[in-house]
């Protein structure tokens, strides 16, 4: 393979496993994390205790999370055929990384919450802040920086679970190491596509902590 096709495959890739891993960690946040908030403020001790509610949403969030990613996409493939119109292919990959990461995200949104001092909590609501206030201006607020780090994880995270994607002719620079590379036994591709996701989870991994760094108000 010229370096000219090499080049244009691993940039063809790099879109797909981009467009895979945004979306999915787009969206695995926006339903993780109202889940982590109810798991954290649903507890015995907290604003707004209801232990059995909080109960019953910990055991499906673990039983999801104990679920590994390709045995899920290969469970959800029925159900991924209908919402996304098809079972196989990049965009339709996304909805089983969805279903996956959120509860790893929603457990990660509990942990970040629980770091908050109970003592800011006690004393906004000793002022008469109400249960949406203490969540929205001073929970959330507070745990900012480690739920940035924490999304910064779970992309991450979803971006090694593309990797498998090749199950579902997902695409993706996963797919090519695996797929035109090992298989093939063309070790440039492999060890090109492999160097590349290498370097966009470091990437990753240095914004998140720049942007947890930058907002965390302990650092000014």
Same mark, same amino acid.
């Given at each position: 393979? =010229? ?10 890739? !790099?879109?797909?496993?981009? $467009?895979?891993?945004?979306? /999915? ?12 908030? !109810?798991?954290?403020?649903? @507890? ?7 232990? @059995? ?5 910990? &055991?499906?969030? #673990? ?22 119109? /098809?079972? %196989?292919?990049? @965009? =339709? ?18 942990? /970040?919450? #629980? ?8 004393? *906004? ?5 109400? =249960?949406?206030?203490?969540? $929205?201006?001073? !929970?959330?607020?507070? *745990?900012?920086? +480690?739920?940035?780090?924490? *999304?910064? %994880?779970?992309?991450? &995270? ?7 994607? /090749? ?15 090992? #298989?093939? @036994?063309? +070790? ?5 596509? +492999?160097?590349?996701?290498?370097? !966009?989870?470091? %990437?990753?991994?240095?914004?998140? *902590?720049? =942007? ?5 108000? $302990? #650092? $000014?």
């Amino acid at each position: 393979m =010229s370096t000219d096709q090499l080049v244009h495959l691993l940039w063809t890739g !790099l879109l797909e496993t981009l $467009r895979m891993t945004i979306p /999915s960690t787009l969206f695995a946040y926006l339903i993780g994390m109202p889940l982590g908030v !109810l798991l954290v403020v649903t @507890r015995q001790d907290h604003i707004m205790p209801a232990p @059995r509610f909080n109960a019953v949403l910990g &055991t499906v969030i #673990n039983f999801l999370r104990s679920i590994p990613f390709i045995i899920l996409l290969v469970l959800l493939f029925p159900v991924t055929r209908v919402v996304m119109g /098809s079972g %196989i292919g990049t @965009r =339709s990959v996304i909805f089983p990384l969805i279903i996956s990461a959120f509860p790893y995200v929603a457990r990660m949104v509990e942990g /970040s919450l #629980n770091e908050v001092d109970h003592g800011i909590l006690e004393a *906004a609501q000793s002022m008469g802040s109400t =249960s949406w206030q203490l969540i $929205r201006k001073v !929970l959330i607020p507070e *745990a900012m920086p +480690s739920l940035v780090n924490g *999304a910064a %994880i779970c992309m991450v &995270t979803i971006l090694g679970y593309t990797a498998m994607a /090749s199950a579902a002719g997902g695409g993706g620079l996963g797919t090519i190491a695996i797929i035109k590379g090992l #298989n093939m @036994r063309q +070790s440039d591709i492999m060890y090109s596509a +492999s160097i590349l996701l290498v370097l !966009l989870v470091q %990437i990753m991994s240095l914004a998140g *902590a720049y =942007s947890t760094k930058r907002i965390d108000h $302990r #650092n $000014r």
